[in-house]
T-cell receptor, first 112, second 115 residues
Framework: GESVGLHLPTLSVQEGDNSIINCAYSNSASDYFIWYKQESGKGPQFIIDIRSNMDKRQGQRVTVLLNKTVKHLSLQIAATQPGDSAVYFCAEKPSGTYKYIFGTGTRLKVLA | ETGVTQTPRHLVMGMTNKKSLKCEQHLGHNAMYWYKQSAKKPLELMFVYSLEERVENNSVPSRFSPECPNSSHLFLHLHTLQPEDSALYLC??????????????FGEGSRLTVL
């Protein structure tokens, strides 16, 4: 069935280091992918998105990489800060639907 | 102020109660969503409305009843819920009106506890 999975449930990173959060997706029809950040007690917050006609997209301190061959998505956070501590979700959306499919999330812990 | 506002933020109800969750978006979007977020589970899509019409058929128990009176407001009516329905209910909106809906904008959620 359709699924979006995350390789690691928890990731601990030293402050100042780079973080990489991975995600696998299974629906070849998905053409839009998003990363969300969710802090405790808050709703998910958009970080960055990418469409299937791209391999890489950069934002402020964040980069999303898309490998359609192996159906893999990753989020890279440069110079990780304490404020980056949160749960990160990937989501995919098949073309022509409103059905965003979310992964279970990875908790990022930033160590001082 | 967030573009998507949910009330109440917290709700405790008994299994025989009737209550409603409210969502309002100030973004001029055409699509609105209800998601359920339980511990250690992916976000589950419950309902989607686009231009006030329900789209995407998801299998949701009839004790949850959505209502979308206009493109800015979305309600989730709750009746005879079970303890396993306790969760964070998230409302979201997107540009909508077509296949390319863009990103979802979420509210802060309504934390529901069913006793």
């Amino acid at each position: 069935g359709e699924s979006v999975g995350l390789h690691l449930p928890t990731l601990s990173v030293q402050e100042g280091d780079n973080s990489i959060i991975n995600c696998a997706y299974s629906n070849s029809a998905s053409d839009y992918f998003i990363w969300y950040k969710q802090e405790s007690g808050k709703g998910p917050q958009f970080i960055i998105d990418i469409r299937s006609n791209m391999d890489k997209r950069q934002g402020q301190r964040v980069t999303v990489l898309l490998n359609k061959t192996v159906k893999h998505l990753s989020l890279q956070i440069a110079a990780t800060q304490p404020g980056d501590s949160a749960v990160y979700f990937c989501a995919e959306k098949p073309s022509g639907t409103y059905k965003y499919i979310f992964g279970t999330g990875t908790r990022l812990k930033v160590l001082a | 102020e967030t573009g998507v506002t949910q009330t109440p933020r917290h709700l405790v109800m008994g299994m025989t109660n009737k209550k409603s969750l409210k969502c309002e978006q100030h973004l001029g979007h055409n699509a609105m969503y209800w998601y359920k977020q339980s511990a250690k589970k992916p976000l589950e899509l419950m309902f989607v409305y686009s231009l006030e019409e329900r789209v995407e058929n998801n299998s949701v128990p009839s004790r949850f009843s959505p209502e979308c009176p206009n493109s800015s407001h979305l309600f989730l009516h709750l009746h005879t819920l079970q303890p396993e329905d306790s969760a964070l209910y998230l409302c979201a909106s997107s540009l909508g009106g077509g296949a390319d809906t863009g990103e979802l904008f979420f509210g802060e959620g309504s934390r529901l506890t069913v006793l």
